[in-house]
């Protein structure tokens, strides 16, 4: 059993930045890999980034490659998400998930492969 509770979003100016937390709780937080989603008003959740579990490993969507940044520190069974650079569209609730691991990036870039999903945080960010 993993909790996963984000933290760190907020309203932003366009081309400013943020960096969100996802803080889990459960023995086994280093053995899952780690994704962030994102769902905006009336559009359906997409994925954001992954990371595997030794944190050597990521993956991000086009949308936010070069922008975004992903990381995690299993000592503090925490993973981060820098946001840069942040545009309008990227307005959104951030979400970040823990899935078991998987060697096809299509499925870890699938939201229905996690097993466990934080509350959310939002991100807002004006132009």
């Known amino acids: 059993q993993v909790k996963l509770v984000e933290s760190g979003g907020g309203l932003v100016q366009a081309g400013g930045s943020l960096r969100l937390s996802c803080a889990a709780s459960?023995?086994?937080?280093?053995?899952?890999?780690i994704g962030w989603f994102r769902q905006a008003p009336g559009k359906e959740r997409e994925f954001v980034a992954v990371i595997g579990w030794s944190g050597g490993s990521t993956y991000y969507a086009d949308s936010v490659k070069g922008r975004f940044t992903i990381s995690r520190e299993n000592a503090r069974n925490t993973v981060y998400l820098q946001l840069s650079s942040l545009k309008p569209e990227d307005t959104a609730v951030y979400y970040c998930a823990a899935g078991k691991k998987a060697d096809l990036i299509v499925v870890l870039t699938t939201a229905s492969w996690y097993d466990y999903w934080g509350q959310g945080t939002q991100v807002t960010v004006s132009s």
């Open positions: 459960g023995r086994t937080f280093s053995s899952y890999v």
